[in-house]
């Protein structure tokens, strides 16, 4: 079955750099989209980068230009370099695969599975 394992999370003070890491297995990782989302507390989950199955790549406006998003078909590993790191980062950062075809990159409901999340704290 198809599994999402993320890792890579941790505690940084503000203006550090953490690099999220996502491990899949059960499916062709290569040939399905995948996007990485987060929820802080008390706040919906969302959208923070995603790359499509040929490349294409989408940010949300907060991180955009801060955060970078790749993948490694070969170890079917999809990535999150964070970069400038503030405060208003700090949520669990989830990772999700096989978007809904005609959905968005970066919307929650276009994904059929998830991973389990890693906690970002970002410190002031």
């Known amino acids: 079955q198809v599994q999402l394992v993320e890792s890579g999370g941790g505690s940084v003070q503000a203006g550090g750099s953490l690099t999220l890491s996502c491990a899949t297995s059960g499916y062709t990782f290569g040939a399905e989209s995948v996007a990485w989302f987060r929820q802080a507390p008390g706040k919906e989950r969302e959208g923070v980068a995603g790359i499509a199955r040929y490349g294409e790549t989408a940010y949300a406006d907060a991180v955009e230009g801060r955060f970078s998003i790749s993948k490694d078909n070969a170890k079917n590993t999809l990535y999150l370099q964070m970069n400038s790191l503030k405060p208003e980062d700090t949520a669990i950062y989830y990772c999700?695969?096989?978007?809904?075809?005609?959905?968005?990159?970066?919307?929650?409901?276009?994904?059929?599975?998830w991973g389990q999340g890693t906690q970002v704290t970002v410190s002031s």
């Open positions: 999700a695969s096989h978007r809904v075809p005609g959905r968005s990159l970066l919307e929650v409901a276009s994904y059929l599975f």
